[in-house]
């Protein structure tokens, strides 16, 4: 009896520490959906088919309460004041829910669903900005940070002209958005309560926006500062005030450190992956000039733990640079990066309409985007990638052509992207058992004889074969 009493209460213990499982290394080595501006409740109603489609995270847009801008419309980018998905980026309190997503029950909601699923949740957070309309601001956050004056830091008025000046990069507004003062203990403590009531509301892991405009430990301190500790609390190394972050050592969490100046992600990938935004500029290129040099695609040009993509809602969002591609250039980029051995893909879902256009204004805020992450050929290579873990990876050319390019993964599998329009005929030299062979993604047959994969590759198309 005693020894059936501790079996119970083990599994009293472990179930209750349930909604702390540890998803980091599924994340990490799996994929994660960014389900740009859905709702919780689509979020939810969707989590079958993401699970289906081989995802093993999503990433919601930001949860926290924010400015209802442009009487609270709908648009993703609305004309006569009708809406715009990026009022979601401008807090105006540290609390779960806003208009645009849902109510804090629709994230405990959606959570429970996608555990049900194995599915990890990471939630989109941006600590070092405000809306510029500081009169939105809740009255309870401007009090509990000690008032308006210590909100911000102290060169917050100037706008940064310099981004290889650290000071100025960690301290100074941006975009027109408030530079808060994260360095600010009573800051840090009301901002610590929002993210691990998300953690006990079911999150697993946190997207930093804006992670560079935070200040490492070694970095200039603001006048205000005492010391650049926000990092290492809200990695869960040390607490604010006695409290420490909730199960950080198995939340997910990158930060967007975007390339470029003085960007120091080398150092911020000691407390946690960042993104390989140079790597997504060279594959874009290398996608629209229809160019897949094996040797230019096989540096990732990040130096350690990174988050990857073809593109990001700001590329698609802000600067339009990417929002041409068409949605096989966007699949042959995701084939490229999910097939490697290395970093963490991410899979922006664009809004439904047309290919290559942005914001061809079918779906609202709130809905579900185009259908393309529940493609055959999305699927199949999010599937490859779970059964490639710790396979070593080769990146070539196919005969003289840059626009066939070949991942293989040790002696278990290889992906191949024909970018060409054209058909080609395979003949390659592979360590897979000989037998016939057909891809994962588009059914196309191959046979293996004496280490040789032969077959006919149809023009834009991915062949995934294991």
């Given at each position: 009896m005693k020894k059936n009493f501790k079996i119970i209460l083990a599994a009293m213990l472990f179930f209750s520490a349930g909604i702390y499982a540890n998803p980091k290394q599924d994340i990490t080595n799996g994929t994660i959906l960014h389900c740009f501006c859905w709702s919780f409740?689509?979020?939810e109603e969707n989590i079958p088919k993401i699970a289906e489609a081989g995802f093993t995270a999503v990433?919601?847009?930001?949860?926290?309460t924010c400015l209802v801008g442009d009487y609270g419309g709908l648009d993703l980018l609305g004309e006569d004041l009708t809406g715009k998905w990026y009022y979601h980026y401008q807090p105006t309190d540290w609390k779960i829910g806003n208009y645009q997503l849902g109510t804090r029950d629709d994230f405990i909601s959606m959570c429970k669903k996608a555990e049900e699923y194995n599915i990890s949740v990471?939630?989109?957070?941006?600590?070092?900005?405000?809306?510029?309309?500081?009169?939105?601001?809740s009255p309870d956050f401007i009090e509990a940070v000690g008032g308006m004056e210590k909100l911000y830091h102290k060169n917050n008025k100037y706008h940064i002209s310099d981004f290889s000046d650290r000071l100025q990069c960690t301290t100074y507004q941006m975009g027109g958005l408030p530079d808060v003062n994260t360095e600010n203990p009573l800051f840090q403590k009301y901002y610590m309560n929002y993210v691990n009531d998300l953690i006990d509301c079911g999150a697993d892991g946190f997207r930093y926006d804006t992670a560079k405009h935070i200040g490492l430990p070694d970095d200039p301190k603001d006048p205000y500062a005492k010391e650049n500790d926000f990092w290492p609390i809200f990695t869960g190394q040390k607490p604010i005030d006695g409290v420490m972050l909730k199960n950080s050592e198995n939340l997910f969490i990158y930060g967007e450190v975007l390339q470029g100046g003085n960007s120091r992600e080398k150092a911020y990938t000691k407390f946690f992956p960042t993104v390989a935004s140079s790597y997504g500029t060279v594959l874009r290129k290398s996608l629209t000039e229809k160019k897949l040099k094996a040797s230019k695609l096989k540096d990732w040009k990040h130096p350690g733990k990174m988050v990857t993509w073809v593109e990001s809602h700001d590329t698609y969002a802000n600067y339009g640079e990417s929002a041409k591609m068409k949605n096989f250039e966007l699949r042959a980029g995701w084939a490229i990066i999910t097939s490697r051995k290395d970093g963490t893909p991410l899979f922006f879902n664009r809004p439904?309409?047309?290919e290559?256009?942005?914001?061809?204004?079918?779906?609202q805020i709130g809905d579900a985007g185009n259908d393309e992450f529940q493609n055959d050929e999305v699927k199949a290579v999010n599937l490859f990638r779970k059964e490639m873990i710790g396979e070593p990876e080769e990146l070539l050319n196919y005969g003289k052509s840059d626009e066939i390019l070949i991942i293989k993964r040790g002696n278990k599998g290889l992906v191949i992207v024909n970018i060409s329009k054209k058909n080609a005929k395979i003949d390659l030299e592979v360590s897979l058992k000989d037998g016939e062979y057909t891809d994962k993604a588009n059914a196309i047959k191959f046979t293996v004889k004496d280490g040789k994969l032969s077959g006919k590759m149809p023009k834009e198309k991915i062949a995934v074969i294991y």
């Open positions: 409740k689509t979020i990433q919601t847009s930001p949860a926290n990471i939630v989109d957070v941006l600590p070092n900005h405000t809306t510029p309309r500081t009169k939105e601001i439904k309409g047309p290559g256009v942005q914001f061809p204004g079918v779906s």
